[in-house]
């Protein structure tokens, strides 16, 4: 128990010396995502883009991909929503022990594979900005989201709902965020946020509704 103990502090300690280290050299913004009822939000988008353009782009772990991979596992694509910048590729893998599908009638880009288990995809590449909703024929609850991006920072928010985006340059910034619950054709909510220097930080919550039933019709995708 004494060791137990001590290994805990010693970790504290470290996390402690790691974010005074981090905050001095960039600055950060967080945010919490709930539904209206204040429930926490997994799988909200958060993405971040300079409003002067001219703000070089990130290196760091905020920095958008530009390649991501979508398991099909227990017929559920596995990870739900992911991200990636425009030009950026998603290849599609089956881990399962059966055939599974996965298909895109999205109007930035449509696409269908079947994938024998083990097999995986091509990379696909997604040349155009929106949200892509995938689907398999072969199981047709399987669902996922590919959000394809502009913006050099994003995220997408864990089961705690918060979203933290580090490495930011001081400078002005428009966050969008995106979620399943935001039906085609309404406009996903924004913030601004002003971070005046590099050891700046703040915190933003937002609040998404989810669907009304009468209006919950994902094939308008
Ligand atoms: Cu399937």
């Known amino acids: 128990m004494r060791q137990f103990l001590g290994v805990r502090v010693f970790a504290a300690g470290a996390?402690?010396?790691?974010?005074?280290?981090?905050?001095?050299?960039?600055a950060s913004v967080s945010l919490t995502i709930t539904d209206s009822d204040g429930?926490?939000?997994?799988?909200?988008?958060?993405?971040v883009m300079p409003v002067n353009k001219t703000i070089s782009g990130?290196?760091?772990?905020?920095?958008?991909?530009i390649a991501a991979i979508i398991d099909q596992r227990n017929e559920t694509f596995i990870p739900y929503v992911v991200t990636i910048r425009r030009g950026g590729s998603v290849t599609f893998?089956?881990?399962?022990?059966?055939?599974?599908?996965?298909?895109?009638?999205?109007?930035?880009?449509?696409f269908e594979y079947v994938l024998k288990p083990t097999e995986s995809s091509p990379p696909v590449v997604f040349d155009k900005p929106g949200i892509v909703v995938l689907?398999?024929?072969?199981?047709?609850?399987?669902i996922a989201y590919v959000d394809v991006t502009d913006a050099p920072w994003v995220t997408v928010t864990p089961a705690s709902g918060?979203?933290?985006?580090?490495?930011?340059?001081s400078g002005d910034f428009v966050i969008t965020i995106w979620h399943p619950f935001i039906r085609p054709g309404v406009t996903p909510p924004t913030r601004k946020v002003s971070l005046p220097t590099q050891d700046s930080t703040t915190a933003v919550a937002v609040a998404i509704n989810p669907p009304h039933p009468r209006d919950d019709d994902s094939g308008a995708y």
């Open 162 to 169: 918060v979203a933290h985006i580090d490495g930011l340059p």
């Open 39 to 47: 429930h926490a939000l997994a799988d909200a988008v958060v993405s």
């Open 58 to 65: 990130p290196d760091g772990p905020s920095a958008t991909p």
């Open 135 to 142: 689907g398999c024929n072969i199981h047709d609850q399987m």
């Open 15 to 26: 996390l402690l010396l790691e974010t005074l280290g981090g905050g001095a050299q960039a």
């Open 93 to 110: 893998r089956n881990s399962d022990k059966t055939r599974h599908h996965v298909y895109s009638f999205a109007p930035i880009k449509q």
